[in-house]
């Protein structure tokens, strides 16, 4: 829906007959869809959904995430391409929300991220996912889901499920002082590693 609503406004001409309006629901329903599939995906994993440790390649994952989230190529995503052993479909559903947020609530036309894995000791991972936007704006750290934020309501869902996976969360400006810094710390191992690939514009 998100892409129909981006090939529908590109060269479209509004002739104030309301169809600007149409698209702009579509695009508008489309975010909500996905808030609520996330959030619910989230509190049943939260909930009732045991940890499976397994391998997979972060920066596989981070480009079915993208397809998703950024068909045209708007914004430019960094991400290494590592083999981790940790809980798949959590971190998944955590990347995804990140990420969604970043392009949502950074407030720039075209949103820089980065995304880098390191290890912590032996049994656990730190996940920092940074965007180049305007940060929370001396704001609480918004990881209550029903508290409506510049960041939206994806980081409660993300704040929960870490919690039940045994993390932390915790949230900052970017290295340089701008933008957002959310660090994610979960169980896992970084198996291997290759050359770290960039998806620019």
């Given at each position: 829906m998100?892409?129909?609503?981006f090939l529908?406004?590109?060269d479209f001409?509004?002739h104030?007959d309301?169809?600007?309006e149409l698209?702009?629901?579509?695009?508008?329903?489309?975010?909500?869809?996905?808030?609520?599939?996330?959030?619910?995906l989230?509190?049943?994993?939260?909930?009732?959904t045991?940890?499976?440790?397994?391998?997979?390649?972060l920066?596989a994952m981070?480009d079915d995430?993208l397809?998703?989230?950024?068909?045209f190529?708007v914004?430019a995503v960094h991400?290494p391409?590592?083999?981790?052993?940790?809980?798949v479909?959590?971190?998944?559903?955590i990347?995804?929300?990140l990420i969604?947020?970043a392009f949502?609530h950074?407030?720039?036309d075209?949103?820089?991220?980065?995304?880098?894995v390191?290890?912590m000791?032996?049994?656990?991972l730190?996940?920092d996912?940074?965007d180049?936007?305007?940060?929370f704006?001396g704001?609480?750290?918004?990881?209550e889901p029903?508290?409506?934020s510049r960041?939206?309501?994806?980081l409660?869902?993300?704040?929960?499920?870490?919690?039940?996976?045994?993390?932390k969360?915790?949230f900052?400006?970017?290295k340089?002082?701008t933008?957002?810094?959310?660090?994610i710390?979960?169980?896992g191992r970084?198996?291997?590693?290759?050359?770290?690939?960039?998806?620019?514009m």
């Amino acid at each position: 829906m998100k892409s129909l609503a981006f090939l529908m406004r590109k060269d479209f001409v509004d002739h104030g007959d309301g169809k600007m309006e149409l698209i702009e629901m579509i695009d508008t329903l489309a975010d909500k869809s996905l808030a609520v599939i996330s959030e619910t995906l989230a509190h049943v994993m939260a909930r009732s959904t045991p940890s499976i440790m397994s391998e997979f390649d972060l920066g596989a994952m981070c480009d079915d995430v993208l397809v998703l989230l950024d068909p045209f190529r708007v914004h430019a995503v960094h991400y290494p391409r590592v083999l981790l052993n940790a809980d798949v479909t959590a971190m998944h559903i955590i990347l995804r929300n990140l990420i969604d947020n970043a392009f949502k609530h950074a407030g720039v036309d075209t949103v820089t991220v980065d995304v880098s894995v390191t290890q912590m000791n032996p049994q656990r991972l730190c996940i920092d996912v940074a965007d180049n936007g305007a940060g929370f704006g001396g704001t609480e750290h918004p990881v209550e889901p029903r508290v409506p934020s510049r960041r939206g309501y994806g980081l409660g869902a993300v704040h929960r499920l870490v919690k039940a996976r045994g993390g932390k969360i915790d949230f900052g400006p970017g290295k340089d002082g701008t933008g957002v810094c959310v660090r994610i710390e979960l169980p896992g191992r970084i198996q291997a590693t290759a050359p770290e690939i960039a998806r620019a514009m």
